[in-house]
C-alpha cells in the first residue's frame, strides 16, 4: 500500500513537471531574436522560410545608440555589459506564450564572442526549461561555438542543442535542426 502511495507520487511529480512525449507532427516552434545592424534579422527570416516558425524580435528598452556598441570604447555600454556579467539590460515585454512551443530558436549578433547581454535577459525572465532551444548567430568571423560554450555554462540547466552561424544553405539549416 505504502509502495503503490509512493509510485502514484512519482507519477503525479513527473507529470507535473515533465511535458509528456510529442510526435513531431505536434512540435511547434518560434523564433526569437536580437539585431542591432539587422544581419540577425535577415538571418532570422530565411530560418522563419525553412522552419514555417513565426518570428519575435527582442527589443532592448533603452535602443542601442551608435555611441553604446562602439567596443573601442571602454567605456561603451557594450563594452560594460561585457565587463560586467551580471548586467541585464531591460527588454520590451513580448507578447508570446511560451508555454505553446516546445521549439525555440534564439538568434544574435556575436558581440565580444558571445551572446549580447540582452539574450541574457531574455533568459532569465523566460520559462524554457525542457524545451529545445536552437541558439543562431551572425558574426564578422567568431565561430558560433563560442557562444554555445557561454549560454551552456551560464544556463546549464536548459536544453540547448549546437548552435548554427548564419548565413547558412537551406540544405544546412534542414540538417541542423534534424540533428
Ligand atoms: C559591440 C559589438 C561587438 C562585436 N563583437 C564581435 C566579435 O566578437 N566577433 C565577431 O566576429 N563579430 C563581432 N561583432 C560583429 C557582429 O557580430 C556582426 O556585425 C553581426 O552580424 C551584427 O548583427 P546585427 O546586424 O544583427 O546586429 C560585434 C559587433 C558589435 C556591435
Same mark, same amino acid.
Given at each position: 500500500? &505504502?509502495?503503490?502511495?509512493?509510485? +502514484? +507520487? !512519482?507519477?503525479? =511529480? +513527473?507529470?507535473? =513537471?515533465?511535458? =509528456?512525449?510529442?510526435?513531431?507532427?505536434?512540435? %511547434?516552434?518560434?523564433?526569437?531574436y $536580437?539585431?542591432?545592424?539587422? /544581419?540577425t534579422?535577415?538571418a532570422?527570416?530565411?530560418l522563419? @522560410?525553412?522552419?514555417?516558425?513565426? #518570428? !519575435?524580435?527582442?527589443?532592448?528598452? @533603452?535602443?542601442?545608440?551608435?555611441?553604446? &556598441?562602439?567596443?573601442?570604447?571602454?567605456?561603451?555600454?557594450?563594452?560594460?555589459?561585457?565587463?560586467?556579467?551580471? +548586467?541585464?539590460?531591460? #527588454? %520590451?515585454?513580448?507578447? &508570446?506564450?511560451?508555454?505553446?512551443?516546445?521549439?525555440v530558436f534564439i538568434g544574435f549578433?556575436i558581440?565580444?564572442?558571445e551572446e549580447?547581454? !540582452?539574450i541574457?535577459? $531574455?533568459?532569465? /525572465?523566460?520559462?524554457?526549461?525542457?524545451?529545445e532551444l536552437y541558439p543562431f548567430c551572425t558574426s564578422?568571423?567568431s565561430p558560433m561555438s563560442e557562444a554555445d560554450a557561454t549560454l551552456q %555554462?551560464?544556463y546549464?540547466?536548459l536544453k540547448w542543442h549546437t548552435g548554427l552561424r548564419l548565413?547558412a544553405? &537551406?540544405?544546412q539549416i534542414? @540538417?541542423w535542426i534534424?540533428r
Amino acid at each position: 500500500m &505504502v509502495m503503490a502511495i509512493a509510485a +502514484l +507520487l !512519482v507519477s503525479f =511529480t +513527473l507529470s507535473a =513537471t515533465e511535458p =509528456t512525449a510529442k510526435t513531431e507532427k505536434d512540435m %511547434k516552434s518560434i523564433i526569437v531574436y $536580437f539585431t542591432h545592424s539587422g /544581419n540577425t534579422e535577415l538571418a532570422a527570416k530565411k530560418l522563419a @522560410e525553412v522552419t514555417g516558425s513565426p #518570428i !519575435v524580435r527582442l527589443l532592448p528598452s @533603452e535602443p542601442y545608440t551608435a555611441a553604446d &556598441v562602439d567596443w573601442v570604447n571602454e567605456q561603451s555600454r557594450c563594452t560594460q555589459e561585457h565587463l560586467n556579467q551580471t +548586467l541585464r539590460p531591460a #527588454i %520590451k515585454p513580448l507578447d &508570446v506564450d511560451f508555454s505553446q512551443y516546445d521549439t525555440v530558436f534564439i538568434g544574435f549578433p556575436i558581440w565580444w564572442h558571445e551572446e549580447p547581454a !540582452v539574450i541574457r535577459t $531574455f533568459l532569465d /525572465n523566460t520559462d524554457l526549461k525542457w524545451k529545445e532551444l536552437y541558439p543562431f548567430c551572425t558574426s564578422y568571423e567568431s565561430p558560433m561555438s563560442e557562444a554555445d560554450a557561454t549560454l551552456q %555554462k551560464g544556463y546549464p540547466d536548459l536544453k540547448w542543442h549546437t548552435g548554427l552561424r548564419l548565413p547558412a544553405s &537551406v540544405d544546412q539549416i534542414k @540538417e541542423w535542426i534534424s540533428r
